[in-house]
C-alpha cells in the first residue's frame, strides 16, 4: 500500500512539471516514441517479407506518416495523464469524507475537520500563530477568512456538498501555542 502512495505522489510531482510542457509531450510520446516504434517495426516486418523491395525511403516516410498519426494519440495520452492529476484533489476528498462517515478527524491542507455527534462539521486551521506585535483582531481575521476559503473548496466537491448538506458548519481557529481555547468560534 505504501509503494502505490509513493508511485502517485510520484506520478503527481513529474506531472506538475510535464504538464508545463503539454506540446513537448505530445511530440515525444505520440511522435517519437509511438510513431518511431510504428514505423521501424513495420518497416522490419516489411523487410522479412519483401526484402527485394524495401528501400530507406520508405523508412523514412513511414517516420513522417507515423509520426503525424501519433500525434492525436499523445494528445490522449497528456489528456488523460491531466485528468488524473486534475482529480487528485476529488479523491483525497472522497476519502476524507470516509474518515469523517466513521467519526475520524480527518487533515486537508491546513484544516482539520471532525464530524461532532453527526450534527456539526468543526472545521478548525491546522497552523496559525501570531507574534506579539501583530494586531491580534486584524490577523484573526485574516486566519479565519483562509480557513472558509479553504472550506469552500473543499465544499465544492458534489460528494463533500451532498454529505454535509445537513450539517452544521462550525469555524473554530486556534492559536497554535494555545490549543486550549478558540480564538474564533463562529457557525455558519
Known amino acids: 500500500m505504501e509503494e502505490t502512495i509513493t508511485r502517485q505522489e510520484k506520478f503527481y510531482k513529474n506531472w506538475e512539471e510535464k504538464r508545463k510542457k503539454k506540446w513537448q509531450y505530445v511530440f515525444l510520446h505520440g511522435t517519437v ?12 516486418i516489411n523487410y522479412y517479407s519483401h526484402p527485394e523491395d524495401l528501400k530507406l525511403v520508405d523508412l523514412i516516410t513511414r517516420m513522417i506518416v507515423f509520426g503525424i498519426g501519433g500525434i492525436p494519440g ?7 495523464n491531466d485528468k488524473i492529476y486534475l482529480n487528485k484533489d476529488n479523491a ?3 476519502n476524507g469524507i470516509k474518515k469523517l462517515k466513521a467519526g475520524k478527524v480527518w ?3 491546513n484544516l482539520i475537520l471532525s464530524n461532532l455527534n453527526n450534527e456539526t462539521l468543526v472545521v478548525r486551521n ?4 501570531f507574534d506579539q506585535s501583530d494586531n491580534l483582531d486584524e490577523k484573526l481575521t485574516e486566519c479565519y477568512n483562509a480557513v472558509v476559503d479553504d472550506y469552500k473548496k473543499i465544499n465544492k466537491e458534489p460528494e463533500f456538498e451532498k454529505f454535509f448538506q445537513k450539517y452544521k458548519v462550525r469555524i473554530q481557529i486556534f492559536e497554535v501555542l494555545d490549543n486550549e481555547t478558540p480564538k474564533i468560534d463562529k457557525i455558519i
Do not use: C, P, Q, V
Open 92 to 94: 483525497e476528498i472522497i
Open 33 to 44: 516514441y509511438w510513431g518511431s516504434f510504428m514505423a521501424i517495426s513495420t518497416f522490419i
Open 126 to 129: 491546522k497552523l496559525f500563530w
Open 74 to 80: 499523445g494528445i490522449m495520452e497528456f489528456n488523460r
Open 107 to 109: 487533515k486537508h491542507d
